[in-house]
Nanobody, 127 residues
């Protein structure tokens, strides 16, 4: 079955940058839209960014617009999230997810559209 593994998290200073990666195995993600969600301590999971099946469309939460860039490499079965100008509010567990609807979807934003999830990678931003 499909396995999604996030990596690249860690401790960063405010204003710093990180690159998160999502590696898929077992099944392909090349025909599916993908997304990133995060969960801050004591809060629910929230949408961060998503990307269409071929990378032609992207969407971002207002809180990260201008500071995040989502991308994918379908040949490698991977997806990425580049974050710059990090804020303490960016702290949380970041989850990679795959849209489980039919193939070739554009970037979704609703959590209910994603059925496959990774275990998450911790991002901590503090001075």
């Amino acid at each position: 079955q499909l396995q999604l593994v996030e990596s690249g998290g860690g401790l960063a200073r405010p204003g710093g940058s990180l690159r998160l990666s999502c590696a898929a195995s077992g099944r392909t993600i090349s025909m599916n839209a993908m997304g990133w969600f995060r969960q801050a301590p004591g809060k629910g999971r929230e949408f961060v960014a998503s990307i269409g099946w071929n990378g032609a469309s992207t969407k971002y939460a207002d809180s990260v617009k201008g500071r995040c860039s989502i991308s994918r490499d379908n040949d490698k079965n991977e997806m990425y999230l580049d974050m710059i100008s990090l804020k303490e509010e960016d702290t949380g567990i970041y989850y990679c997810a795959r849209d489980d609807r039919n193939w070739r979807r554009s970037a979704p934003i609703q959590e209910q559209d994603f059925a496959y999830w990774g275990q998450g990678t911790q991002v901590s931003v503090s001075s």
